[in-house]
């Protein structure tokens, strides 16, 4: 099992470019999350999907789409890159276990827009 | 609203230390709560759970116990190790939001 698996690992963008970040994830999970990770401020949800078919915005979506292509794929596409975008990303994925839900991440995708 | 609020970092630990990190948590009802390790250039991992109220979760050596008396989840452990060096994340899971909250995270550096 990879798990869950990201790419790019790395993007340089300059702003007003377009970009997808992809995720899949392996392990049959419903439910999948878009995260960023800027300094001093921990996680934060951008996009997520509770299952196939359904997406709902976090908690800082400006700026950002996803698309939930299929049971395994979450994507996550800037339209026109900002400095302020600049950050690391995360998805993850999960399913219900007995009491809240465990959620596996991916490696991120480091993006720094200039 | 929900929220978690974890002790600031940088906390610098000789080997073989103890270590304590403090999480307290605002939450409605009874979220379920975690601690997430990330090392050095990876993505978080899950590093121990608690799902109600005198729960404790343990793992590697580390333990935290789901007091909701404190609303409190501080992680600990006995004997640190350098290679515990990692940025370290607490979080809750409210089911009416379906989402996990997490703290600022904790960086934790250990040396020999």
């Known amino acids: 099992n990879a798990g869950v698996t990201q790419t790019p690992k790395f993007q340089v963008l300059k702003t007003g470019q377009s970009m997808t970040l992809q995720c899949a994830q392996d392990?049959?999970?419903?439910?999948m999350y878009w995260y960023r990770q800027d300094p001093g401020m921990g996680l934060r949800l951008i996009y997520y999907s509770a299952s196939e078919g359904t997406t709902d915005k976090g908690e800082v979506p400006n700026g950002y789409n996803v698309s939930r292509l299929n049971k395994r794929e979450f994507s996550l596409r800037l339209e026109s890159a900002a400095p302020s975008q600049t950050s690391v990303y995360f998805c993850?994925?999960?399913?219900?276990?007995?009491?809240?839900?465990?959620?596996?991440f991916g490696p991120g995708t480091r993006l720094t827009v200039t | 609203g929900n929220s978690v609020t974890q002790m600031e970092g940088p906390v610098t630990l000789s080997e073989e230390a103890f270590l304590t990190i403090n999480c307290t948590y605002t939450?409605?009802?009874?979220?379920?709560l975690f601690w997430y390790v990330q090392y050095p250039g990876e993505g978080l991992q899950l590093l121990l759970k608690?799902?109600?109220?005198?729960d404790k979760g343990s793992n590697k050596g580390f333990e935290a116990t789901y007091r909701k008396e404190t609303t409190s989840f501080h992680l600990e452990k006995g004997s640190v190790q350098v290679s515990d060096s990692a940025v370290y994340f607490c979080a809750l899971f409210y089911n009416q939001g379906g989402k996990l909250i997490f703290g600022q995270g904790t960086e934790l550096s250990v040396k020999p």
């Open positions: 939450a409605t009802g009874y979220p379920s």
């Open positions: 392990m049959n999970h419903n439910s």
């Open positions: 608690a799902t109600k109220a005198d």
């Open positions: 993850a994925s999960s399913e219900k276990g007995a009491r809240g839900y465990e959620q596996y």
